[in-house]
């Protein structure tokens, strides 16, 4: 690792306050802990204001607001990162950043009660329940955090790959580092041609990423870094993974705006920048639009889908659903549900054939709903199960995939993220686009991915509804 991890770790070997990420498993308690405070403390601070003399506050009233303002708080501690990691240095400064965050969570809830004054109990009720929840959260968090602590669950996880000189040689310095566990994966002369050829090499990849990751390790550090497009099928299979991955290596600078500088025991490692779109932030807001517009289409389409599966019963009979195998995230398998537009025996002898239009097997009542983009409704039903997004890269079926991924460069990586109902190349190409646009719709979802941000989802929708009402979503 040319001396870059090891001398720091052990000039460092004294104990030191270090920032944490959390395992899943604590993870999980965190979340589940809060939620159970955030109800505790509210009903503290309903007790308090009746026994000072405040109006009395009816029950069911205050179990309202207390669930609003409890998503919000919830949503706020997600944005900040308080499931992933501590950015406290001891226990007792979980107090602090318990009531630094919250303070993020007022504004929104002042908000939300301005909007919806029938769920809003009393904003004294909001103002007194911020202090009893810094406590409350606070006594937890430091209490659940000192017991993992103790039972050693906390300690700093470091895997290390490259040449078996290296990465032994890297190991018995990181040794000295008190409480740093290390875990070492040999690749004999990383990197080099070897490592960046075929299916061979992505399967490798995805092995070495695996078992880090079931090790538990906080990062993969790689001895070496290898030429850019290697680099970028480990990048990509990295965030396949949800692995974090460095460099410690001075090869590559942070100038290029691909790699950050971080730190690991005082000394520099290059960490490369994950796409906007495959970051856990983007899932927290990707999910939250998700579940809410799901919800809200099938309040507001359920009349017209159940219209639809009528026609399309009367015209054809059943079923009145078409399911088919789509590629989703990470290369996972799922039957995406349609309305069927075409003839029940459309590919009885053909097989897989990539639809075009004006194509001769869709039906009439097809026609329409392909037309008006009606037969994707069924889809919310995908997006409620976690299987796709509002907003994504189209999905695409296992055995086009598969011919797509030898003939176009970097296709796998539209699958870092969940498929969408809609998407930037849905709403600026062609529904039923030729096999030679391939690699220009692939811009477009790399794009998406690498570009990402709530408003670019926003206004994807915006331009999908304008092009509904025009007809041309479809063409």
């Not at 870094?225 to 099928?233: D, G, I």
């Not at 579940?291 to 399309?312: C, E, H, K, N, T």
Request: glycine share 8%.
């Amino acid at each position: 690792m040319q001396g870059v991890v090891g001398r720091a770790l052990v000039k460092n070997a004294a104990p030191l306050q270090r920032l944490i990420r959390y395992p899943a498993r604590l993870a999980a308690h965190l979340l589940a802990g809060d939620v159970v405070m955030l109800v505790v403390s509210s009903f503290i601070a309903v007790a308090i204001l009746e026994r000072v003399g405040h109006r009395a506050i009816e029950p069911v009233a205050a179990l309202e607001s207390t669930v609003a303002s409890g998503s919000i708080w919830l949503a706020v501690f997600a944005f900040a990162g308080f499931y992933r990691r501590s950015f406290a240095v001891s226990w007792h400064d979980e107090y602090y950043w318990v009531a630094a965050v919250s303070t993020l969570a007022i504004a929104p809830q002042l908000i939300l009660y301005t909007l919806l004054p029938q769920i809003s109990t009393s904003r004294l009720l909001l103002l007194a329940t911020i202090p009893i929840n810094v406590l409350v959260i606070g006594t937890f968090r430091a209490a659940l955090r000192r017991q993992y602590d103790r039972k050693g669950q906390l300690r700093p996880r470091v895997a290390f790959l490259g040449d078996p000189h290296e990465v032994q040689a890297a190991e018995n310095r990181v040794g000295f580092a008190r409480g740093v566990e290390t875990l070492l994966i040999p690749a004999p002369g990383w990197p080099d041609d070897a490592y960046g050829r075929g299916e061979v090499t992505k399967a490798r990849y995805d092995r070495w990423l695996w078992s880090a990751r079931q090790w538990g390790a906080d990062r993969l550090v790689f001895m070496r870094v290898p030429e850019r497009k290697v680099l970028k099928l480990l990048i990509a299979a990295a965030a396949r993974q949800r692995v974090q991955i460095a460099f410690a290596s001075r090869e590559i600078l942070s100038g290029s705006g691909e790699f950050e500088i971080e730190h690991l025991g005082g000394e520099p490692v290059l960490v490369p920048v994950l796409p906007p779109g495959c970051h856990p932030s983007a899932d927290v807001y990707k999910g939250i639009i998700d579940l809410s517009l799901a919800l809200l289409g099938l309040a507001i389409f359920w009349p017209v889908m159940l219209v639809a599966a009528i026609a399309i019963y009367l015209e054809s009979g059943g079923p009145v659903l078409f399911s088919q195998e789509r590629v989703g995230q990470d290369g996972s398998v799922f039957n995406m549900l349609k309305f069927r537009s075409m003839r029940q025996d459309a590919e009885r002898t053909t097989g897989a054939v990539w639809a075009k239009p004006k194509d001769s097997r869709v039906t009439n009542v097809g026609k329409f709903l392909r037309r008006t983009s009606l037969d994707e409704l069924p889809q919310i039903f995908n997006v409620l199960r976690g299987q796709m997004s509002i907003v994504g890269p189209r999905p695409e079926r296992p055995v086009f995939v598969e011919r797509f991924r030898d003939a176009v460069d970097r296709y796998d990586e539209r699958h870092l993220v969940r498929p969408g109902i809609t998407g930037l190349s849905h709403v600026y190409m062609n529904r039923d686009v030729d096999l030679t646009a391939i690699g220009q719709r692939l811009e477009y979802d790399l794009f998406y991915i690498e570009h990402w941000s709530p408003m670019m989802d926003l206004s994807i929708l915006f331009k999908t509804g304008c092009e509904f009402l025009l007809h041309r979503i479809a063409a």
